[in-house]
């Protein structure tokens, strides 16, 4: 818990993340001078069939940012604004693809905005990643193409980490 009085600016970054793209990556690491911490908030919804479970999406995140302190990857199955809060967060992060992101965003933010306060920070995506999605590499996965150019790769250090 932060306190309501902490003048860190916070955000979270929430999403499926299932699987986390390298368009998620350029998101957060252009979202890190912006603010001190972001929060990437691995959102758990038992409606949708995910490919990856939460746990592990959240390992595979955890793994990347192994090194920046600044960020933290968390899962949460409640509205995105109570993850917000109990975060300590005022701010949320996403990314803006196309104008077909755009009205479900605009009125998302809007509704935040109207229950909290929390204001929406978006990015637009760099053009050579707005036609990468998470569904998008699933069904490639599914179809057992190589995907590697569309997931983020792993810091060298996290791999011999690993070992
Ligand atoms: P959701 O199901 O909440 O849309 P996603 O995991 O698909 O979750 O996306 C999380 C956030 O990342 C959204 O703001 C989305 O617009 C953004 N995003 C998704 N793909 C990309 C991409 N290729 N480049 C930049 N932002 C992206």
Known sequence: M???N???KIAIFPGSFDPFTVGHASIVERGLPLF?????GV????NKRALYTSDRRVEAISRLYAHEPRV???AYDDLTVDFARRCGASFILRGL?????FEYERDIANMNHRLTGIETVLLFTEPHYSSISSSVVRELIAFG???H??????RPEADADAR
Not at 36 to 40: L, P, W, Y
Not at 43 to 46: L, T
Not at 149 to 154: K, N, S, V
């Open 149 to 154: 150019d569309f997931l983020p790769a792993p």
């Open 97 to 101: 693809r196309s104008v077909k992101d």
């Open 36 to 40: 001190d911490e972001i929060v990437i």
């Open 72 to 74: 933290r990857v968390e």
């Open 2 to 4: 932060h306190s309501p």
């Open 145 to 147: 193409k190589d995907v």
């Open 43 to 46: 959102g758990v919804n038992e």
């Open 6 to 8: 902490s003048r860190r």
